[in-house]
């Protein structure tokens, strides 16, 4: 059975920092290009970072750049997103998907590329 399963997501005051996990199962993460996205409450889903399959290429919303990391450990099937400077603007549910792809550069940035997705994990950021 193919899963994604986030984990990480929780209250912190802004300026904290969270780390977003996000486990597979059920296929080989090597071959996936991966992504994080997020929706805030009655907004559209919007990406947020993106890796390719190689690890040679990523890519940031511009809200996040510098202050987010990307990463991924395929050996223990787990991507990551690092997360500080958090902002209240930056609560939102956040996903995380993968896509299939024969190619190492290959870097998917709309939702309906991917294939597979989690659940969703909250992140509020408050005082």
């Known amino acids: 059975q193919v899963q994604l399963v986030e984990s990480g997501g929780g209250l912190v005051q802004p300026g904290g920092s969270l780390r977003l996990s996000c486990a597979a199962s059920?296929?080989?993460?090597?071959?996936?290009?991966i992504g994080w996205f997020r929706q805030a409450p009655g907004k559209e889903r919007e990406g947020v970072s993106f890796?390719?399959?190689?690890?040679?290429?990523?890519s940031y919303a511009d809200s996040v750049r510098g202050r987010f990391t990307i990463s991924r450990d395929n050996a223990k099937g787990t991507m990551y997103l690092q997360m500080n400077s958090l902002k209240p603007e930056d609560t939102a549910v956040y996903y995380c998907?993968?896509?299939?792809?024969?190619?190492?550069?290959?870097?998917?940035?709309?939702?309906?590329?991917?294939?597979?997705w989690g659940q969703g994990t909250q992140v509020t950021v408050s005082s």
């Open positions: 059920g296929f080989t993460l090597n071959y996936y290009a």
């Open positions: 998907a993968a896509r299939l792809s024969s190619s190492t550069t290959y870097l998917p940035k709309r939702s309906d590329e991917y294939d597979y």
């Open positions: 890796i390719s399959r190689g690890t040679s290429r990523t």
